[in-house]
């Protein structure tokens, strides 16, 4: 055979590339993956994941300092989007540069550009990517707020009333675009841009209320889009601002003088709309929102509360007194309030503790509401009549549900209404005046006296254990020293009455209260035995002190041989007589019996 007629031999399938060409076709597979996600990340995209080798790369990729880590804008990125932001700017200057020119009327700019800095908000609520919508939301920012200050304040185109709207608009828009894309500085920036830019204009057009009801209104919503989601600190800046605002009101509606020149459009009547509605908004969005959740009051709720009782009715309580008018009507409407917190707290009665603070909360804003409302409508005495027999329901109460906060709210009403009485001035007049009690008891001091005695002799006879605690047993004692004290003012009038026919004698005077001291010392140490839970002992030897000097200074001084013999007597039967019912204090069989089987006692 020739080797013309000798045919190749068959080459296999499998061996059709040589084995080398075939390991660079995968390094360069691996290479073009590698530069496909450096660009998608200088794109500001997220590159990727190349998809898995068949076989391991013998080399290993060094990293490329110009390539950003991962969730971050690559620079050349941010420096894209500031200059983009540039170019927005330049278009709201040359809209500027056209009313300045005259070619465009002022009125007509103000509207243009607002339109324009609004389309820039819409285009960064449609914008695919977070950073796109944050710097096109900026530039919003950058153009409405300040356009709406100029437009007001110095070239007084815009009204304040369409001011203040057009403000909450574009403050509205802002913070949608802002919490639909989760922008937290977009939202935070515009909000303290309109609390600014709301002050600068109500300074510089001596225009107040409509801004105040932008700050109101601001306040809110914020409060209530961020109950239970996100950004809860944003409530802070529009309450405060919110406050300012109500502060500077009132302020200015009860100036010394009256209202001054500039401000001769506030009247005290809208005055006190505008703080009475800073205290609904708040304390009425509190207590809706703690009823609906069940959820615990928290730091911001208690100062805020605070702040709008001090500002708000403190503002609309001084603006009413200085006008003289409306005070009868914000009594009545605070009176209401007292009542609806005391409502509003005892859903919150039987929880122990999640929710506890939230019925200690409403209670004692009831307490105050509903003091104050008695105080602006009531005359003193009346009002302290009534302080009076709150203050026995409320120890009532205190009895029934075994409550130590019932106690402590008895015993500021029962404080409120010594005070409002005249009850507690007559009896310091008693122990302290040189000529002792000038006049009679008042009508409205003798009940007051009367509901304070029933009140501590029910809490003495129905107490349950552990009731006085370390913070009832200091209000406990001070109503008792205040029953002894109206008691003793009480006998020293009774006394010098009856034995002075015209001026009362000095002498007789100071042995009567060395006398009525002397008792009060022995009815201590003799309560001290019986009722040991309340520590009556430890105020027997300081008011014994007490009467040792009032004798030595004044019943020495002023005293005749007769008189002195009684305050000797009075004086010497104490010092031996409270020792000895000091000594070894016992119980009671009643009250061990009671303490075996009285149930618990809570807060």
Known sequence: MSTAEAYPSRRDPAEALPQGLEARLVVLA?????????????????????????????????????????????????????????????????????V?????????????????????????????????????????????????VESTARFGILEPVLAALLLFTVTGIHGVVAWRRDLQPIIWTATLASILSGFA???????????????????????????????????????????????????????PGGIPEAYRGITPGRTVVFALALVLIYLGSFAVRMLQRRRVVNAFEVAQSILVLLLGFGGALRVSLISGSGAGLLGAGVSLAGLGCYATAFPFRDDQE?????????????????????????????????????????????????RAVFIIQSALYLGTGALASGFAAWSLRAFLAPTGPDASLPWSAALSLVLLALAFTAFLWRRAPGLVSARVRPLVLCLGAAVAAGLGALAIWIC???????????????????GVLSALIISLAWFGRRAPDLELKWLVYPVMIITALKFLFEDLAVGRPLTLFLGFMCYGATLM???????????????RNANDHMPEVHP
Not at 230 to 247: E, I
């Open 100 to 148: 300045d020119a005259g070619t465009i009327h002022r009125g007509w700019g103000v509207a243009l550009g607002l339109a324009y800095a609004i389309i820039w908000a819409l285009l960064a609520a449609r914008a695919k990517h977070p950073l796109d919508s944050a710097f096109h939301a900026l530039a919003s920012i950058l153009i409405a707020y300040p356009l709406i």
């Open 354 to 402: 999640e929710t506890h603070a939230n019925f200690i909360f409403f209670l004692f804003f009831g307490l105050v509401f509903l003091l104050l409302g008695v105080l602006v409508l009531l005359p003193l005495p009346g009002a302290g009549a009534l302080g009076s027999v709150l203050g026995l329901a409320a120890m009532l109460l205190a009895l029934q549900s075994r």
């Open 496 to 514: 010098c009455h009856a034995f002075s026919t015209g001026a009362v004698d000095p002498s007789l005077l100071a042995a009567v209260r060395t």
């Open 30 to 98: 691996e290479t073009v993956a590698r530069l496909e996600a450096r660009v998608a990340a200088l794109e500001g995209a997220v590159p990727e994941q190349p998809a898995a080798s068949p076989r391991p790369i013998p080399c290993t990729a060094v990293s490329d300092p110009m390539v950003p880590a991962p969730g971050l804008p690559s620079a050349v990125r941010l420096m894209g989007l500031i200059g983009r932001t540039c170019l927005i700017l330049g278009g709201a200057t040359f809209i500027r540069a056209l």
């Open 201 to 255: 204009m109500m300074s510089a057009r001596r225009s107040i209320e409509p801004f105040l009801a932008v700050s109101l209104l601001l306040g809110a919503t914020t409060l209530w889009v961020t109950y239970g989601r996100r950004w809860q600190s944003l409530r802070w800046p529009t309450a405060l601002a919110s406050d300012l605002g109500v502060v500077i009101l009132t302020s200015l509606a009860a100036w």
């Open 577 to 591: 007589l409270a020792p000895r019912l000091l000594k070894n204090p016992t119980p009671s069989d009643r009250d």
